[in-house]
T-cell receptor
């Protein structure tokens, strides 16, 4: 099946810093989503971005499908940005629908 | 208020018992999904359903069963055959295919 690798696995930053999270995937994808999992476990949709670039406030994302990677940018970090960020992909090669998730990047923003 | 609800939020089960987790959506979505999350890991697909009265196994279906009798409901039964059932279970839905998926708040199952 498809492999989804996220880096770095852990990231500790001071409030106000910028960060870049990376997601590499091993096959062509039909869907790519970025999520933020809050401390209560809720998955919050950040971006649906199988290709191209999108921005939403302090967050932006870019997917380069031909090179099989996606980047999530967080600018001017706030303590509320802390949590786990997941990249997940949907692809037609596996024979099953649904998303394949990476293991996540655990982000801690210190005041 | 449109969304996906899961109940209960926390569930405790004795070994050897079956338990059913509820998932309901009022988004008029055709497709629904069940995922499992273990500590420090990403989510893995258990079962999914693209239409009523039809469902397919995902990557880790052994020890689980589902039904899809109504468009808005997709309950998951964790059977006694599931060897390691303690986990966080999340339900999702979308309008089908590779469209954006949305998740419910999850159920934490602990087997005592």
């Amino acid at each position: 099946g498809i492999q989804v690798e996220q880096s770095p696995p852990d990231l500790i930053l001071q409030e106000g810093a910028n960060s870049t999270l990376r997601c590499n995937f091993s096959d062509s994808v039909n869907n790519l989503q970025w999520f933020h999992q809050n401390p209560w476990g809720q998955l919050i949709n950040l971006f649906y971005i199988p290709s191209g670039t999108k921005q939403n406030g302090r967050l932006s994302a870019t997917t380069v499908a031909t090179e099989r990677y996606s980047l999530l940018y967080i600018s001017s970090s706030q303590t509320t940005d802390s949590g786990v960020y997941f990249c997940a992909v949907g692809y037609s090669g596996g024979g099953a629908d649904g998303l394949t998730f990476g293991k996540g990047t655990h982000l801690i923003i210190q005041p | 208020d449109g969304g996906i609800t899961q109940s209960p939020k926390y569930l405790f089960r004795k070994e050897g018992q079956n338990v059913t987790l509820s998932c309901e959506q009022n988004l008029n979505h055709d497709a629904m999904y069940w995922y499992r999350q273990d500590p420090g890991q990403g989510l893995r697909l258990i079962y999914y359903s693209q239409i009523v009265n039809d469902f397919q196994k995902g990557d880790i279906a052994e020890g689980y069963s589902v039904s899809r009798e109504k468009k808005e409901s997709f309950p998951l039964t964790v059977t006694s055959a599931q060897k390691n059932p303690t986990a966080f279970y999340l339900c999702a839905s979308n309008s089908g295919g590779y469209n954006e998926q949305f998740f419910g708040p999850g159920t934490r199952l602990t087997v005592l």
